[in-house]
Each structure stands twice: as C-alpha cells, then as structure tokens.
C-alpha cells in the first residue's frame, strides 16, 4: 500500500528478519494489551516476548492465543527478563504513571497505551524518570495508526488539503459494559483522558501545541447509573497557538450511533480540500481538485489485518504499526511519534478540558505546561 510508506517502519514487509534484529516486547495488562501480543504477529521490527497480569484467568486466554511466550504474575518478573527491551503498558488509567516510573528504572523503553496519564502529580513523575533515565516513550495513540487516518495524514503531507483552518474530531461510544468489566473507569479516572484522548490528540496532531480550551462536561443518564465521579458527555473548543481552531466532542453513555456517524471521526478543512477519516468503518473520504467525492473503502481487503476477522474495533493492525514504527525508530535512530513530551502536552490539553468544563471558564494550557515541569 503505497499510502503508508511515508511512514517508517509502517506496514511491515516480510520475510521477518531474525530476532537478533528485532525490539523484544513485554505487555503488563492483558485484557486490551493481549490484542498487541495477537497483533505482534503482523510485525517484523518487534516482536512477542512475555505477558504478565495480576489475572490468572487473563494470562489464559493470552498463552491460549501465544502458547509460545513467558507468563508471569509479578511485573518485576517482567521488568527482570532480559529479552524484554520494551515495557507496553496496558494497566488502568490511574496506574500508568507508576508502571512507566518502574519500567524507565528497571533499564526498558515504554509503549504506553492512551491516555499516557490522567494526573498532574504523575506527568511530573514520569517527565522527571524520563530525564533522570534517558528511556524512550511511545504514546500508543491507536487512531493515528488506523488505516484511514494513515492516508488522511500521508494526503495531508503530499499538501492535498492545503493549509488547514478547522479540524473537528470526535469519539463516541456508549460504554455500560465497560463500566460492568472495568469499574476503576466510573471512580479512578474521567472521561476527559479515558475517551478524549482520542480526538484531542487528533485536534493536536494537526493544529500543534494548543494555547487554551473551552469546555462544557455533562453527566448522561447512563453515567449517573454507573455512579460517575466525572462528566461522560463533552464539548471542547481549542485554540491554537498559532490562532487556528478547533473541536473535540464525546459522548460515552449515548445509544448506539446511526450507522452514518463512525464512533471516531475526523473532518480536516484546508484551503486547499477537505477529507474525513473514519474508525470503524475504514472510510477515507475526500474531495478531488475538482470537487468530486472520493471514498477509498478498504475494510474488505484490510480486515483481517486491522480486526483479525473479528468484530469492527478491535485494535490488531493499529497496535502493531505503532509497535513497528517506535521499534523501527529505535533501531535505526530516527524520531518516532506522539513521544513523550508531545504526551504530555497533550496531558496538558486534557487536564485544562477537566478544569474549564469544572469552572465554565477558559483555561490556559501554558500554565499547566510550567506545573508538569516542561517548557511553556
Ligand atoms: N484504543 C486503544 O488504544 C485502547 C482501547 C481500550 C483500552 N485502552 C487502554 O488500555 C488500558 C487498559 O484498558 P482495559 O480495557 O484493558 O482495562 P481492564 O480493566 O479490562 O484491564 C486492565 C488489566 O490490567 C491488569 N493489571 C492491573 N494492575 C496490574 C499490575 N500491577 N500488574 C499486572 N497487571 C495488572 C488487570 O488485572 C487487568 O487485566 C486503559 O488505560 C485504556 O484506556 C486503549
């Protein structure tokens, strides 16, 4: 797919090289984090080493799927094996902070799923590990590295959309049953990093470092029976530094979408077009020079790369390009992203959401910045 090779180490092509060329990786967290090992398969840059959980029951269901790797329900076990060169956290939200902290001490780089925090007391900790360690950190911000948000980027390069004057993104999802097998996500984080983070990343990813937020938060029927600490329904606008705007909605207690809206979208306007990426579907859509739609479909032949035949949404493909694409850039020296800083910024722009949907005031990003430590 020619779409991806502006991207290192996206896609990889095979024969697999052999492992004494390849980042070893260990994943803590085996309920979303057993979707990496699955999807290490796809991969020739990294590759499957250990899985460990608290969970006996989840270390199962991972060897039943990858007979062929080291279990462990001790993290220092994980941290002590010494093909592991690279930690993937996959733990609560609440739990990320000290995880990263343990894995940056023990000697091992970081692939932390989104969102890489969700307290300033713990991007302080973690800034300060990375500093005092010189480890390396991938945020895996799963959305980037879907398929249609791949070519949307690769067009946008190429100068396709021109310069971009809004970017909209969203993420809904009705998340009772998330509620129901996960509870630390109703008392031990808010749905501002939990769900958020997905398009206020993409809000970022486009616009760059963002000077101030505005934003409303809402508790939905379906959170008040989950008894939710936080908001579950937001409205966000930012600001960028450089004066362009943008916005991120979510809603996580709505019923389900008319097929017409994906669960994750983001619309890109430009002088010089427009395009839509959408998650799950696997629809790119965008406007030809001379107005026409273009709609490039490829969940047909990318299925069982991205979902593994399963249902729409599991996340195979997307954790295995970014595993690809961070081992690669270790490999070969080159920068790698969201990286730590650019993580933490968005940290940043998440917490601001939190305090201005608190306060019905804007809030800007600048001081956060200076409270985590990182220059404003
Ligand atoms: N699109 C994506 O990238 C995506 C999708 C879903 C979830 N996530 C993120 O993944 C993380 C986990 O979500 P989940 O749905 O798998 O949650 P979960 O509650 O289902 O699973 C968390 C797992 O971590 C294990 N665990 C907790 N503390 C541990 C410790 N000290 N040592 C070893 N294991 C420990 C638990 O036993 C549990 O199996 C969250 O931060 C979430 O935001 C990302």
């Known amino acids: 797919m020619s779409s991806l090779k502006h991207i290192p180490g996206i896609r990889p092509t095979f024969p697999r090289p052999p492992a004494s060329v390849q980042k070893g990786i260990g994943v803590l967290g085996l309920h979303e ?67 990263i902290v343990a894995a940056f001490e023990a000697g091992k780089d970081v692939i932390c799923t989104k ?14 590990a990375a500093r005092r360690t010189g480890r390396r ?21 190429r100068g396709e959309i021109g310069r971009l004057e809004l970017v909209d993104a969203h993420y809904f999802h009705r998340m009772d049953w998330f509620y129901e097998k996960s509870p630390w996500a109703a008392t031990a984080t808010d749905w501002c990093f939990l769900g958020l983070s997905h398009p206020i990343d993409l809000v970022r990813w486009y616009l760059g ?37 943008g916005r991120a909605l979510g809603h996580y207690g709505l019923h389900e979408l008319p097929s017409a809206r994906n669960a994750i979208e983001l619309l890109l306007c430009g002088t010089e077009g427009t395009s839509l990426a959408q998650y799950h579907d696997m629809r790119y859509l965008h406007t030809a ?7 490039e479909d490829p969940l047909y032949a990318l299925r ?32 790698w992203a969201p990286d730590l800083e650019e993580g933490l910024e968005t940290f940043c722009v998440m917490e601001a959401v939190r305090r201005a949907a608190q306060t019905g005031q804007p809030v800007r990003v600048a001081p956060l910045l200076e409270e985590i430590g990182l220059a404003a």
């Open 33 to 99: 984090g057993r979707t990496l090992l699955v999807g290490l398969e796809r991969a020739t840059r990294a590759r499957a080493v250990a899985g460990c959980d608290l969970s006996e029951e989840k270390i199962a269901a991972a060897r039943a799927a990858r007979p062929d790797l080291f279990y462990t329900t001790s993290y220092a076990e994980l941290l002590a094996h010494p093909e592991v060169e690279i930690v993937a956290i996959y733990t609560p939200d609440a739990l990320h902070g000290e995880h």
């Open 115 to 128: 969102p890489l925090v969700n307290s300033a007391d713990d991007a302080r900790r973690v800034l300060a």
């Open 137 to 157: 950190l991938l945020v895996g911000q799963s959305t980037r590295f879907f398929e249609p948000f791949l070519r949307q980027r690769a067009a946008f390069e």
């Open 209 to 245: 470092r963002i000077a101030e937020v505005h934003a409303y938060g809402y508790r939905s029927a379906l959170g008040e029976r989950y008894s939710l600490q936080g908001c579950d329904v937001y409205t966000v606008s930012l600001r960028a530094v450089d004066g362009r705007i």
């Open 289 to 295: 020079a001379d107005g026409t739609q273009v709609i």
């Open 304 to 335: 069982h790369y991205y979902f593994n035949s399963e249902v729409h949404g599991a996340h195979y493909g997307e954790f295995a390009n970014y595993a690809e694409h961070f081992a690669g850039a270790l490999l070969d020296g080159t920068p």
